[in-house]
């Protein structure tokens, strides 16, 4: 059974998704028949990359709050992820566009490689304070999870696999990605924002179980949680 997780690498709850969703796939009986595939989502396209400006002054910058207002939201966030085991150093974050880093993770995802790719994205964005979209930065990271120098260089100074990043943003738009993570079971139920563990095993059950039934369209399992908007908002 493929669970489909809409993601970006600046996303901080997307992490702390991840890591609630692994603690309900942990519990879940049936986990070696659950197929994990992460799809490119990007909250800010048009993103410029700047390695000398703190992400609180550009959130105070493209939100019209204050760098106090951007810094408390980002302690608020700290905490979160906190709750989950994960170190969070939002001082450090660089700001930084995230294509280059989804078509790196489309090639791990050729390998069976996504699912840690995107992890040390995450590590190397919230906890580390590197440069995701640093071309010697994403080769550096794709090599220590077991991808080539050469075919991430390969990727790098081309346009390979743009398409395929902009093929998992149209289909976010189809099933009404509205915020990240969005997480999406046997193509029919879905869950919206870093739910709690037991909402993603009730999910897993949910969609387990009719894992033979078609359905067209989604149904929407999801409870009030903290999430990315598609506007770059995330609260």
Request: hydrophobic share 40%; net charge negative; proline share 3%.
């Amino acid at each position: 059974m493929d669970v489909e997780i809409w993601s970006d690498v600046m996303c901080p709850f997307c992490y702390i998704g991840k890591r609630k969703f692994e603690q309900a796939l942990a519990e879940f009986p049936q986990r070696d028949q659950v197929r994990v595939v992460w799809k490119s989502f990007q909250l800010n396209p048009d993103q410029k990359t700047e390695p000398n400006k703190s992400i609180n002054t550009y959130l105070a910058e493209v939100k019209g709050w204050s760098v106090e207002q951007a810094k408390a939201m980002n302690d608020r966030v700290t905490d979160m992820a906190r709750e989950v085991g994960l170190d969070y150093h939002m001082d450090r974050a660089v700001v930084a566009n995230s294509f280059d880093a989804h078509r790196v993770i489309q090639l791990a995802k050729t390998q069976n490689l996504g699912d840690a790719m995107e992890e040390r994205l995450f590590l190397a964005y919230f906890t580390e304070g590197r440069n995701t979209a640093d071309h010697a930065t994403l080769l550096e990271l794709g090599t220590e999870i077991g991808l080539s120098a050469d075919a991430v260089t390969q990727v790098l100074n081309s346009d390979q696999f743009a398409d395929a990043v902009g093929q998992d943003i149209y289909e976010s738009r189809q099933v009404g990605v509205r915020g990240v993570p969005f997480f999406v079971l046997n193509q029919r139920y879905a869950v919206s924002g870093a739910q709690q563990p037991e909402t993603f095993l009730g999910a897993l059950n949910t969609a387990y179980s009719e894992w033979s039934k078609s359905q067209p369209t989604l149904t929407d399992l999801s409870g009030d949680a903290p999430a990315c908007d598609v506007d770059g908002t995330c609260n």
